[in-house]
């Protein structure tokens, strides 16, 4: 097993995976990680071989149910131990972008826990300057899509924390936000500006943080689209992986080709080996 600090050796076993050339890993963590709050197989052995082979890695999602703090504790519930500090989230994404304006005023349309990740900014629900569309379960009410509709009117800029279609839970694949995103933009006549997955804006920060190259980095993911051709039009390698969302007709109609397919995430823990 390689050590901390080798990462010749690391890079060795990703070459000998197929991986040439790739120093560091993007790994998705809702439907390759962990479904409907159980481990997937090979979760826990992949996250103690990451932790222990000196590549730098982090943990990549468009999960905006609840702060970045919270998933890791709920993660830890599940066994599977991943810092906040690991993580690079759409939420955190659309942070660092909102600290490019002018100390903006924000509605946003997300769970209380996940407020937490803004709490840097001012709150407004009637003069604010950027609207955050992100995931409110059951409380995205047409009342709180109304405001966001009158306030992208009045000119406030929408920002998607992503654009996904569904995801998947123990009931089968669920409603994403990409369709209230699509409907925001076609009431309004204006186009979201979208920071999580696939955005090339949260690919170049997730780069920024494992300090590499793109051509150096793979994405691991369940979701084609997103994980896999996002990573790919960022100039990374895409990975999938034969679980949550994925779906063998989905995937194909996508015309999206994977650099390389497994059929869970615990073959990062047979790169190490």
Known sequence: MPTKGTGMDAGACMDAAGLVGIKGLLIDINGVLYVANKPL???????????????PYRFATNNTTGSVQTLSQDLASMGLLVEPQDMISA????ALYLRQLDQPKIYPLLSADARQDFAEFTFSDMAADVVILGDMGDEL??????????????????????????????AGLQLDIGAFVAGLEYATDRTA?????????????????????????????????????????????????????????????????????????????????
């Open 193 to 273: 500006t979208v920071v999580g997955k696939p955005s090339p804006f949260f690919f170049e920060r997730a780069l920024a943080e494992l300090g590499l190259p793109p051509e150096q980095v793979a994405m691991i993911g369940d979701d084609i689209e997103a994980d896999v051709g996002g990573a790919q039009k960022a100039g990374m390698k895409g990975i999938l992986v034969k679980t949550g969302k994925y779906r063998p007709a989905l995937a194909e109609a996508t015309g999206i080709t994977p650099d390389l397919i497994l059929d869970d995430v615990s073959a990062i823990a047979q790169w190490f080996a």
């Open 91 to 94: 939420s955190y994404a659309a």
């Open 141 to 170: 009410t047409y009342r709180v899509l109304n405001r966001a509709f009158r306030l992208v009117m009045q000119g406030a800029e929408l920002l998607a924390l992503h654009k996904g279609k569904f995801w998947q839970w123990e």
């Open 41 to 55: 197989p090979g979760a826990n052995q992949a996250i103690n071989a990451l932790r222990r082979s000196g590549v």
